[in-house]
């Protein structure tokens, strides 16, 4: 069975300050997507990332697809309160199946 | 405007009596899924349809079934509800995967939550 593994599982920052949110897995991913989740909502996406070492920006969040493409991060400068949520990496395997796996989840909470 | 409708939002039964979860789409996509989201256990698909009349299980399928006869519905049916079934449960759609395009990005519905008394 494939597997995400995010880490950390909860985060909780002063705004302003810097994070980093991992996902990893003992397998390759053909892509990587990442979320966010509002509380009583589906997750809605933030970015795909697809090239092993491909580093995508989105303004003040910036995602990172590792080189042999088994690991992604997500780096947020100066978080804003509007950043709280729920931080969830998803994929399909490279290996043939058509499943899609969602990662542990990240919880994070910015405090003004 | 691109959606997909999960109905009902929110959903009480007892435990055994048969019910049926809708999940519509309308952006022609191919692949459709059924997750539950549980607290500490995150996201697990349940099962999965690359297209019509093709569906596999995901890897918490037991106690589901599923059914894709048309492109643009994927319901989700609980034949015998049990009260380990709940949960608030989401339902998406995308692109076919593959192809090295990765866009896959799956677009979900607001969720039902049900509960199983």
């Known amino acids: 069975t494939q597997l995400l593994e995010q880490s950390p599982q909860f985060l909780s920052i002063q705004e302003g300050e810097n994070l980093t949110v991992y996902c990893n897995s003992s397998?390759?991913?053909?892509?990587l997507q990442w979320y966010r989740q509002e509380p009583g909502e589906g997750p809605v996406l933030l970015v795909t990332v697809v090239t092993g070492g491909e580093v995508k920006k989105l303004k003040r969040l910036t995602f990172q697809f590792g080189d042999a493409r088994k690991d992604s991060s997500l780096h947020i400068t100066a978080a804003q309160p509007g950043d709280t949520g729920l931080y969830l990496c998803?994929?399909?395997?490279?290996?043939?199946?058509?499943?899609?796996?969602f990662g542990t989840g990240t919880r994070l909470k910015v405090l003004a | 405007e691109a959606q997909v409708t999960q109905n009902p939002r929110y959903l009480i039964t007892v435990t055994g009596k048969k019910l049926t979860v809708t999940c519509s789409q309308n952006?022609?996509?191919?692949?459709m899924s059924w997750y539950r989201q549980d607290p500490g256990l995150g996201l697990r698909q349940i099962y999965y349809?690359?297209?019509?009349?093709?569906?596999d299980k995901g890897d918490v399928p037991e106690g589901y079934k599923v059914s894709r006869k048309e492109k643009r519905n994927f319901p989700l049916i609980l034949e015998s509800p049990s009260p380990n079934q709940t949960s608030l449960y989401f339902c998406?759609?995308?692109?076919?995967?593959?192809?090295?395009?990765?866009?896959?990005?799956?677009?979900f519905g607001q969720g039902t939550r049900l509960t199983v008394v």
């Open positions: 998406a759609s995308s692109l076919i995967p593959g192809g090295g395009l990765g866009n896959t990005e799956a677009f």
């Open positions: 349809s690359m297209n019509v009349e093709v569906t």
């Open positions: 952006m022609n996509h191919e692949y």
């Open positions: 998803a994929g399909h395997g490279a290996s043939g199946t058509y499943k899609y796996i």
């Open positions: 397998s390759v991913f053909s892509s």
